[in-house]
């Protein structure tokens, strides 16, 4: 098929798909998107598009890679997106083209294993009792997905970590329970379904291992790609710690014939790895390319490194080589497997590879090793090997296309909202600066006025928690005439629907809801982030990226990650073409600084009409009608 006719092919199909949705309407940007998505298939070439607010992204790519005949492959950011590609918008597609097939694919420490089920009859007091263990097999049974996450109200972490297994262990199709297994039945619905939704770490994983993990597919979509390149860089490094080093070694231990007696030799090289680290003069967070020469603790590390190395393999080998029953022979496969794979790690620690990261998390005497890659193109051009690859967001990062082995510019459809009319986005010039210690009782005084003029209807975004608790206790103290629904009070999604179905309420959250969060409608008339959301310099990825920066580091890193998160915050408000309301930001720099990163933000933002005046913003809140 020619680029043409595929363009043609998709953005009539688009129409037809349009015209059949209750008050569907044309909108430009989707058809252009369409367009783009078609080409990009039809000529195996990557796309990068920057969809604004509104712009119906999810069936503009949908569309033309169902329409085309592709194998999809959606890598999402969100479970929250991953629910409404599955449940709203692939529907919406097969209403016009016919059912082709969606799976929602999760990585396979999701699913109950049933193997482990049988493997724990001899402890079933972990779970309550003869009684529960068998239940729990019940539900493994019948359950429709077999997901973990449904047994969270019932067992602690600890617990469902047992039943679950990991890819570093799984033996697949070796395992004697693998037609039971509800991660392979998830995996073959996906072999199945013409779309499979993923989450991006999953489609690391995918990466990491050169393929194996996901099925093969012909068109890749990476929606919020504004997360891939810190999502790839966590997914292609690993950790290990003294948790991880135990848990592998007693299960070798366990199924040795001297087990008894190797356990206490566990427990003294676990012992002598945690005290290489806290010999270790480095401080917890700061990341470096190999731990530093000429300190006390380097050489010792190094040694309990090549030691553990040592024994793991040598413990790998005993485990393969041992006769047991069929149980036990399983349970030796699955310690075999992880033990090589902890081998790996460690190796990579001894000598990390080109472009990596590391630096010790956690406090003396448990500490963990962490390894990101910074260099995740060169992984990434090999992955998409010339296939179509499309990167989309509302917001996307300057330079993200080659830094995630893309090297296009990106494509900009712009919102069919009219911001101007619909919003106003305040800055409260007139506060102090963060810095100084009035601004946060002046900034938490002001959100009160703004939600009070809105009747509640407001989503509060902070930056840091300490903030949120802040703003909370100075503000938000004592009766109110609203709910107050808090970040932490239970789930997200449960939030979310508290907040969307109780109109006058008030959320307030971190920064897992600057996106991801559609509340359309009167129930949110007002958005309030606290301060510009610039990275926290300590944290050890963005510490490496500034350092391999140098003195350019703020203008070329922080403000661009500070730039994305804003407007996906301010994104919130304005979600359909009758929605109407206020951003507010409490930090007077984004006012201030108009000469210098003050315009780069401002350039990133949704076109509101912007203001200094809050009698203005308080008098526009008022006109709102409540009902909407």
Not at 152 to 170: G, N
Not at 364 to 382: C, D, F, M, Q, T
Not at 571 to 588: N, Y
């Amino acid at each position: 098929m020619t680029t043409t006719a595929a363009v043609t092919l998709a953005t009539g199909t688009l129409a037809r798909i349009v015209d059949a949705l209750d008050g569907g309407e044309p909108r430009p940007g989707q058809v252009a998107m369409a367009g783009a998505v078609a080409e990009a298939i039809a000529t195996r070439t990557p796309l990068v598009v920057q969809a604004g607010t509104g712009t119906g992204k999810s069936l503009a790519y949908l569309t033309p890679a169902v329409a085309l005949d592709a194998k999809v492959l959606v890598a999402t950011a969100t479970k929250a997106l991953q629910d409404q590609l599955a449940t709203k918008d692939a529907p919406q597609v097969a209403e016009v083209l016919g059912d082709f097939g969606v799976a929602v694919l999760k990585g396979r420490q999701n699913y109950v294993c049933h193997q482990k089920l049988h493997e724990l009859h001899r402890s079933p007091g972990l779970f309550g009792g003869d009684g529960a263990l068998a239940d729990l097999v019940t539900w493994a049974d019948e359950h429709p997905t077999g997901e973990v996450a449904e047994l969270e109200h019932r067992f602690d972490r600890a617990v469902l970590d047992r039943i679950v297994t990991s890819s570093d262990e799984c033996t697949g199709p070796r395992c004697p329970m693998s037609a039971a297994c509800r991660a392979n039945e998830a995996r073959a619905r996906a072999d199945a379904a013409q779309v499979v939704v993923v989450n991006q770490h999953l489609l690391g994983a995918d990466v990491q291992a050169s393929g194996g993990v996901l099925p093969d597919w012909d068109v890749l979509i990476v929606d919020e790609a504004h997360e891939l390149e810190d999502v790839m860089a966590d997914a292609l490094g690993d950790d290990v710690g003294v948790g991880r080093i135990r848990r592998v070694l007693g299960a070798v231990t366990d199924l040795l014939a001297d087990g008894d007696a190797l356990r206490g030799e566990v427990d003294e090289v676990v012992g002598r790895f945690a005290a290489a680290l806290d010999a270790l003069d480095l401080p917890a967070g700061q990341p470096t390319r190999r731990f530093p020469d000429g300190l006390g603790g380097e050489e010792r590390l190094s040694g309990v490194l090549a030691s553990l190395v040592e024994r793991l393999n040598a413990a790998r080998g005993r485990v393969a080589a041992a006769d047991g029953s069929p149980e036990t022979k399983v349970r030796a496969e699955r310690a075999a497997k992880a033990a090589s794979g902890l081998s790996g790690v460690l190796t990579r620690l001894l000598e990390p590879f080109p472009g990596d990261v590391v630096w010790l998390e956690g406090l003396p005497g448990k500490r963990r090793v962490k390894i990101a890659s910074l260099a995740v193109a060169p992984r990434l051009e090999g992955y998409w090997r010339d296939r179509p690859v499309v990167c989309t967001s509302a917001t996307i990062p300057p330079g993200l296309g080659p830094r995630v082995g893309l090297d296009v510019e990106p494509v900009v459809v712009e919102s069919p909202f009219d911001f101007r009319t619909q919003a106003r986005f305040y800055v409260a010039r007139h506060l102090p600066e963060p810095k100084d210690p009035t601004w946060r009782p002046a900034a938490a005084a002001e959100t009160r006025r703004l939600v009070d003029a809105a009747g509640g209807r407001a989503l509060l975004l902070f930056t840091s928690w300490k903030g949120l608790d802040d703003t909370l206790a100075l503000a938000f103290d004592g009766p109110l005439p609203y709910r107050l629904l808090r970040q932490g009070e239970t789930g997200k999604r449960a939030l979310v629907e508290a907040f969307r179905d109780d109109e006058t309420s008030v959320l307030a959250a971190t920064r897992g809801f600057w996106a991801g969060i559609d509340v359309p409608g009167a129930a949110l008339r007002l958005v309030v982030i606290d301060r510009i959301p610039f990275p926290v310099p300590t944290e050890p990825l963005h510490q490496a990226r500034c350092e391999a920066v140098g003195r350019e580091a703020f203008r070329v890193v922080d403000v661009p990650l500070a730039a994305t998160h804003l407007a996906q915050g301010a994104g919130r408000l304005i979600r359909t073409k009758t929605d109407r309301g206020v951003v507010a930001l409490m930090d007077p720099r984004l006012a201030l600084r108009r000469d210098g990163y003050g315009r780069d933000l401002q350039q990133c933002l949704p076109p509101m009409t912007k203001t200094v005046s809050l009698d203005e913003v308080v008098a526009f809140l008022a006109e709102l009608d409540p009902s909407g």
